[in-house]
């Protein structure tokens, strides 16, 4: 009786183990994280890795080289008062700020590129239209880098009404944090802004790029 006992319940350990061992996945977000499942103004979404190790990027955000200038490496430069999050901070930040309606996820590249792909739950308030993003690129390869910050300046004080408009909409009392597409001039201008506007503001350091990279579509 006492084998019988014993070997019952070696068979549901087995068991235990092989089911376990069945849904673990191999690529985890961080240890003991192998997803996470978060409601999105009620769309079910999971966040998860890519589980084929051989896997590798096909989109844009695969390049390593691009024409610098424009695209030239940039420094990081902290902002007093603006805090600055990872990759996997913002996966915590949707499974619970977001989740919980007590944060915003602020998309400043253009509307193209947000329609295009997005962190889930991100709403756009784009620093750049098309038109006038082409513009800068066309600047700074045509008439040196001054000329094409002195359009940026110009574009963005005639935009800053548009800015401010979708500004009012944000609720204060949350939470934002701002990512751009590699975590540079653009999120930096739109934390300022909504800095001096009086919201606790936070930006992603490597932009949508690093988010890219970490998570699956």
């Known amino acids: ?34 997803f996470v499942d978060v409601d999105i103004n ?8 890519i589980q084929d190790t051989s896997n590798k990027l096909k989109n844009s955000y695969t390049k390593t080289s691009r024409p610098a200038p424009p695209f030239s490496i940039q420094p990081f430069q902290p902002i007093k008062g603006i805090g600055t999050v990872t ?4 996966i915590d930040f949707i499974s619970k700020e977001l989740s919980e309606n007590r944060g915003l996820l602020v998309d400043a590249r253009m509307p193209k590129w947000h329609q295009v792909g997005t962190i889930p ?21 045509q008439e040196g880098k001054e000329k094409a910050i002195d359009i940026a300046i110009d574009i963005v004080e005639k935009g800053l009404k548009r800015i401010l ?25 739109m934390a300022v802004i909504l800095r001096l506007l009086g ?7 490597g932009g949508f790029k690093a988010y890219k990279h970490a998570v699956k579509d």
């Open 1 to 34: 009786m006492k084998t019988d006992k014993f070997s019952l319940a070696g068979k549901l350990l087995f068991l235990s183990l092989l089911v376990l061992r069945l849904s673990a996945i191999e690529v985890n977000i961080k240890e003991g994280l192998p």
């Open 42 to 49: 009620g769309e079910a979404v999971r966040i998860e890795r």
């Open 87 to 90: 990759e996997l901070d913002v």
């Open 121 to 141: 739950g991100a709403i756009n308030i784009p620093l750049f239209l098309y038109e006038e993003h082409a513009l800068i690129g066309k600047t700074y390869k």
């Open 165 to 189: 408009n979708e500004a009012k909409k944000l609720d204060r009392d949350k939470l934002i944090v701002v990512f751009c597409a590699r975590g540079g001039m653009r999120s930096q201008t």
């Open 199 to 205: 919201f606790n503001v936070k930006r992603l350091i």
